[in-house]
């Protein structure tokens, strides 16, 4: 049987209770006398008088607002943009400034002069069809600083002429002792690894090279891309239709005019019927439009950019180091697969590696980044060492407590690096004088300013120069 | 259309003419500056006083400490003696005291006469030449040089400054005050480097955005320069745009000053300061309710750059703020209370 004071703990239940002060539950004297279970308090309560509200604010005072919703203050009611927009906005490459004054002394790179000793330490403009052709394979970035000027113009520097006596060297080789140099730029944050890139798909686009660019590793690894295994393969390979069909375009797209004066001359087998006597454009533009024919299309166009009499290759990469790991890709037993694993990338390294060579000669550059990086030990060990073996200094001993990624070692074991260090005071002085002559700094430039720049920018790391000069600093 | 600045002015020969090797001279490693100041541990007199009583026995003072008495005798100033005694400008012209100085110093002015360089038959050099001068050696040390010549005011040892010092050669005062003021309304949760970049964001925006078209309706204020010349003028721009709807005063309800209840509106006038802060905070405040386009972290920057752009265009609201306040300003001067005159 219940004891008394639960029966009168019950009868004094009432159902808007939690209306009452919460010091009223606690003093029995101060309850309102009210009968259990009845509805007539709430019905017969001052209808002006709504629940919740009390006496509304003085005249003059200021009350705390902290509603949700749509009429909050201070809320952003702007419209949503549309799906995509946003990250077509982030993405935008903006190559030229109409506000900022044309350069009257800049001088254009042409065939004839874009290898040549004498650019070093010039400022030199771009030509069009070479901006169109950058721009086509992705080699502009938007974190350079593109979008301040006028039109694309370029600084040669020490490294730059290095790259071009590279090219250079490729065209010179005699038939029969072609060349494949293979290169990783490497050098602190922000001094100009991409952009020596950007260089040398320059040079190699004004020499009529055939261009292949992968344009950002990352893209590549992430899975944001389909992915399918390749029949026949052992260890399973895995091909990315989509990626592949875009690259086969941006390859079709940036070098137009030298694929469409190379015939097919082989047969290929491939699963679409190509038009009989049709070029290499025509071969790459087919891989475009059919992704699931894109892969056997892409080795069907290297085979034929690899026969005797075709113009040299530039292959290159930026953000390096994001292949050199495991993909984000997973393998049909829910293990990860390595990037080598990938075919578009398996195929860049054998190149990479020095496993297979170019017949007519050509270019391999890699550029490491050290903004987006995951970090690859092994790569970095054998960066450090080459780097050592390269410019001196004491070779590392590899750390036994981190992990070996075999794979990673044995690409780069012999591979040469270049590295891209800080400009000279000449150079900084020659690209503050063009800032200045674009507008874009007020003020006389002099050798006080360089020097005083120079430094900020830590001894003339290119980026830090721009940041220094033009963009932190108005 | 005719060009927006004056072009020739900027434009300057970008070639770049390498510096010669000969011009670059060898330094030493260790900079001896010629010593301006005595250490405390120093004796206090030159070695050459003695402490005997006898003024017979001590010793004859050196030729600057006998100069320095026959001045002080004729009330002239002489030569310093902290900085010892000039022997090479003592002797010069006077063959007999030059036979007797030390054979190190004959050498060193037989040397200097002749003007020849080293004797030796070496046809090369063996000094080290810096691989890029300039770079590694110097260690960030930005035109740090010997001074050659000694300082023509005493105790100074890198020559006075140049009066009036510029306003922004003090580190806390080196950006431009708007810019600065801007930034820090811009701040929030006290994220200093985040404004800053929003700010230099804002400015890079307005360098690279088409020129305004200035609305006669809304004219800015009086004095500023034609649109073309902003763009390439972020901050002038950012100013502009700032100053030209700045509020002249603001309403102060004074409570109960009108009686039955109701605030007294007093006009109160604004310094400059307060003026563009209250401007500012409109324009952030409009651009807050901008559509937010893109993605990433510049959104909110580029929003304020369209908002400010947008004001020098006369399309902004804040126009209409100010003006309603400038309105309720002027319908209630009747309440300015004056200082009463005697």
Same mark, same amino acid.
């Given at each position: ?12 239940? #009432? ?32 209808? *002006? ?17 902290? !509603? ?70 992705? $080699? ?81 690894? /992430? $899975? ?19 990626? *592949? ?19 097919? /001359? ?18 790459? %533009? ?50 990860? /697969? ?86 000279? !005071? ?49 | ?9 900027? $434009? ?7 510096? #010669? ?17 005595? $250490? ?53 012209? %006077? ?56 300082? %023509? ?26 810019? %600065? ?106 651009? *807050? ?54």
């Amino acid at each position: 049987m219940p004891s008394s004071t639960c029966l009168r703990r019950f009868s004094q239940l #009432s159902l808007d209770n939690a209306s009452y002060a919460p010091i009223a539950s606690r003093n029995l004297l101060t309850t309102p006398q009210a009968s259990c279970f009845s509805t007539s308090r709430a019905r017969y309560a001052n209808p *002006t008088a709504r629940k919740g509200m009390v006496a509304p604010p003085k005249r003059g005072t200021k009350t705390l607002n902290v !509603k949700k919703g749509k009429s909050a203050p201070g809320r952003d009611t702007g419209k949503r943009p549309a799906p995509g927009e946003r990250k077509a906005m982030r993405k935008r490459i903006v190559l030229s400034n109409i506000n900022a004054l044309e350069v009257r002394t800049l001088k254009d790179l042409d065939k004839a002069n874009v290898l040549s000793k004498n650019n070093e330490g010039q400022v030199l403009g771009l030509p069009n069809e070479v901006v169109d052709a950058l721009r086509a394979v992705e $080699a502009f970035k938007t974190t350079q600083g593109w979008s301040l000027f006028r039109r694309p113009a370029t600084l040669y520097r020490k490294e730059t002429t290095e790259v071009a006596e590279l090219i250079k060297q490729v065209e010179e080789a005699g038939e029969g002792q072609k060349k494949t140099i293979r290169r990783v730029l490497i050098g602190d944050r922000m001094s100009g690894k991409s952009t020596l890139l950007l260089q040398a798909l320059m040079m190699a686009f004004m020499r009529d090279w055939v261009v292949v660019n992968l344009p950002d590793a990352k893209d590549i690894v /992430i $899975a944001h891309t389909e992915y399918a295994p390749l029949p026949n393969s052992n260890p399973t390979q895995y091909t990315q239709d989509a990626y *592949t069909a875009a690259l086969l375009s941006q390859i079709s797209k940036a070098n137009e005019a030298v694929l469409q004066n190379l015939p097919v /001359i082989t047969n290929p087998t491939l699963p679409i019927a190509l038009p009989s006597k049709s070029n290499l454009k025509q071969l790459a %533009d087919i891989g475009a439009a059919n992704p699931e024919a894109s892969w056997p299309i892409f080795n069907a166009l290297w085979a034929e950019l690899t026969k005797p009499g075709r113009p040299p290759l530039i292959l290159a990469i930026d953000n390096l180091s994001h292949i050199m790991r495991h993909s984000a890709y997973l393998s049909a037993d829910v293990k990860p /697969i390595h990037a080598f694993d990938l075919t578009l990338i398996s195929h860049f390294i054998s190149h990479l590696s020095g496993q297979t060579s170019l017949p007519n000669g050509g270019l391999v550059l890699a550029a490491t980044t050290n903004s987006n990086s995951p970090s690859s030990p092994a790569m970095e060990f054998s960066l450090e060492v080459a780097e050592k073996k390269r410019y001196g200094g004491e070779v590392p001993r590899w750390n036994p407590y981190k992990h070996v990624d075999e794979r990673v070692t044995s690409v780069l074991r012999d591979v040469e690096v270049l590295k891209v260090g800080g400009l000279s !005071k000449e150079e900084a002085r020659c690209l503050l004088e063009y800032y200045a002559a674009s507008g874009m700094v007020r003020g006389r430039v002099d050798e006080g300013y360089v020097g005083e720049k120079w430094s900020l920018a830590g001894m003339g790391n290119c980026g830090e120069l721009e940041r220094v000069a033009i963009r932190m600093r108005v | 259309m005719p060009p927006r600045l004056n072009i020739l002015s900027f $434009a300057r020969s970008i070639p770049y003419r390498p510096k #010669s090797q000969a011009q670059w001279h060898v330094q030493p490693t260790i900079r001896a500056a010629p010593s301006q100041s005595r $250490a405390f541990s120093d004796p206090k007199d030159p070695p050459s006083t003695d402490r005997s009583t006898r003024i017979g026995s001590q010793p004859l003072p050196d030729v600057s400490e006998e100069a320095a008495k026959t001045a002080e005798i004729k009330g002239a100033q002489g030569p310093e003696l902290e900085k010892g005694t000039p022997v090479g400008e003592v002797v010069k012209g %006077d063959k007999a005291a030059q036979e007797k100085l030390p054979k190190i110093m004959q050498d060193a002015l037989k040397s200097k006469m002749s003007a020849s360089g080293p004797k030796g038959s070496r046809s090369y050099s063996t000094t080290t030449t810096p691989i890029n001068s300039g770079s590694g050696v110097e260690l960030g040390l930005v035109d740090f040089h010997l001074a050659t010549s000694t300082p %023509d005011v005493p105790g100074v040892k890198f020559g006075l400054p140049t009066l009036p010092i510029p306003r922004d050669a003090n580190l806390k005062y080196r950006y431009d005050p708007v810019v %600065d003021q801007v930034t820090n309304l811009l701040m929030r949760h006290g994220q200093l480097s985040v404004a800053q970049r929003n700010m230099s964001l804002i400015l890079n925006h307005l360098r690279t955005a088409p020129v305004p078209t200035i609305n006669p309706s809304r004219p800015l204020i009086p004095g500023a320069p034609p649109p073309s010349h902003l763009p390439l003028n972020p901050i002038l721009y950012l100013t502009l745009a700032i100053d030209s709807v700045a509020p002249l005063l603001r309403i102060r309800s004074q409570k109960g000053a009108a009686g039955g209840g109701v605030a007294l509106q007093i006009p109160v006038p604004l310094g400059q300061r307060q003026r563009r802060r209250t401007a500012v905070q409109w324009i952030l405040a409009a651009a *807050t309710r901008r559509r937010h386009r893109g993605s990433g972290k510049g959104g909110f920057a580029q929003r304020i750059a369209e908002e400010l752009i947008s004001v020098v265009e006369g399309r902004s609201a804040v126009w209409e703020r100010r003006h309603a306040v400038h309105k309720l300003g002027v319908a209630a001067r009747a309440n300015v209370v004056l200082p009463r005159k005697r």
